[in-house]
């Protein structure tokens, strides 16, 4: 009996080791192709919020680390991509996290130019609602589009809050918590850019492309 026990213990010890191995090797296999597909949607994404006419780098090769919870939504270190033109800053695309969303955070990415004017904005990731808060997502809305050539003019423009509160931006019909966090999170990250443009725009690339 104990033998039997042992032996069994034995095979079910062999069996998953060799399925962590072979786990192992898919994920070896597989990483490359998996970062070189999330390099793929980064450029994508950052072609959309920065023009192609502005700049002449690479936007996925000058890469910095922002750290603000205050401003960008999170203690964690976030990327920022540096645009320019003849070796000069002259845009930005910033990422920042919405804390408050309905479902929890929201991950957005905002272009933004040298004169402080809003770009393009994208959503990263999110888990709000589907039908509701997922118009945050291009693909099922214009929304994020309405951002594009604003300007905070003070911390206290009034214009950068949803209609209900006063603004200018739309909520969407039966939810208002999910544009309201992300346009506070949008707001935030265009304050930060604006007491912080001439150190973002001339620092060194100093993260991984990609990393968080």
Not at 56 to 83: K, M, Q, V, W
Not at 158 to 182: C, H, L
Request: aromatic share 6%; proline share 3%.
């Amino acid at each position: 009996m104990k033998k039997s026990m042992l032996k069994n213990g034995l095979l079910l010890g062999l069996f998953a080791l060799l399925c962590t191995g072979l786990v192992a090797i898919v994920n070896q296999f597989t990483y490359d192709k998996i970062r070189q597909q999330e390099q793929q949607e980064l450029a994508r994404v950052l072609h959309q919020i920065i023009p192609d006419d502005i700049h002449d780098n690479e936007l996925t090769g000058h890469c910095i680390g922002l750290t603000s919870a205050e401003f960008l939504g999170t203690e964690d270190t976030l990327p920022a991509y540096i645009a320019t033109m003849n070796g000069k800053g002259v845009a930005i695309a910033v990422e920042a996290i919405a804390p408050d969303g309905y479902n929890g955070n929201i991950k957005v990415i905002i272009g933004i130019s040298h004169e402080g004017e809003v770009l393009g904005v994208r959503t990263l990731s999110h888990q709000e609602t589907p039908g509701l808060g997922d118009k945050i997502e291009l693909r099922k809305s214009d929304w994020v589009k309405s951002f594009d050539g604003l300007l905070l003019l003070s911390d206290e423009d009034k214009r950068w809050n949803v209609k209900k509160d006063g603004g200018e931006i739309d909520q969407f019909t039966g939810a208002t918590i999910t544009p309201r966090a992300y346009v506070k999170a949008v707001k935030k990250a265009v304050q930060y850019f604006n007491a912080n443009k001439a150190t973002l725009l001339s620092a060194p690339a100093n993260c991984e492309v990609g990393n968080e």
